[in-house]
């Protein structure tokens, strides 16, 4: 997949130059580079046809290609059992970098970007993980339209608009990773049993809007 990048704190400066996080970010760049229209294309009609969208799909690549790096899913922030769910969790961390997978309502975006502060940050409640820099993956409003994603998906776009209100609070670096859309097919929403779901529709051309029958 292609994507755009957003640095905030120059994550990517630090995550380019610094030799403590030279490796791990190569990982998460080749991962993301690794992952094919026809791997997506393929998972996607083997696994999730009755889904509406391609984010499960991208979401279970992405943790199998990470995975496979070595890559700790669903860390807990903190020790605390007070604290402990998929709220205080980061979707991935190794070493020093920790990654949420942000396909989710745009209503969290801020909580989203808050994670990687808590991560790296010292805190009063007793950490499980302690990490430097949040890579945080998204989907461009190009990505939301292809893909078949539901209109309330925060995308890249609209995390942009958070970080100048929330420049103070996020003291730590944050590298923002925006998927780009695919170029050789797009997802057109279909009923079937009433239910409104995603099939691939292969293109050589560019890619329309998503379209709904």
């Known amino acids: 997949m292609e994507f755009v990048l957003h640095s905030h704190r120059y ?5 380019e130059t610094e030799p403590e996080f030279a490796e791990t970010w190569h990982e998460i760049k080749h991962v993301i580079n690794k992952i094919s229209d026809e ?11 009755k889904q509406k969208s391609i984010s499960r799909t991208i979401n279970e690549l992405l943790k199998e290609e990470l995975m496979a ?13 007070d604290y402990q769910g ?8 190794k070493e020093n970098i920790s990654i949420e997978v942000a ?4 209503s969290v975006i801020a909580w989203n970007l ?12 007793q950490k499980a993980i302690q990490t430097k820099v949040g890579v945080i993956i998204c989907a461009t409003d190009g990505m939301k339209t292809t893909g078949g994603f539901d209109g309330a998906v925060g995308s890249y776009e609209k995390f942009l608009d958070y970080f100048a209100p929330l420049n103070n609070q996020l003291s730590v670096p944050i590298a923002l990773i925006g998927l780009n859309a695919p170029k050789t097919f797009y997802i057109q ?19 329309p809007q998503t379209i709904t029958l």
Do not use: C, Y
């Not at 929403?189 to 890619?207: A, M, N, Y």
């Open 11 to 15: 994550a990517l400066s630090i995550l």
């Open 39 to 49: 791997m997506i294309i393929e998972r996607f009609e083997q696994k999730h046809s």
């Open 69 to 81: 790096f070595g890559w700790r899913e669903e860390s807990p922030i903190f020790q605390d059992t």
């Open 86 to 93: 998929d709220t205080w969790r980061l979707d991935f961390a």
């Open 103 to 106: 396909f989710n309502h745009g």
């Open 114 to 125: 808050l994670k990687p502060v808590l991560a790296s940050e010292l805190n009063h409640v």
């Open 189 to 207: 929403h279909v009923k079937e049993e009433g239910k409104k779901v995603g099939k691939v529709v292969r293109v050589t051309h560019d890619i």
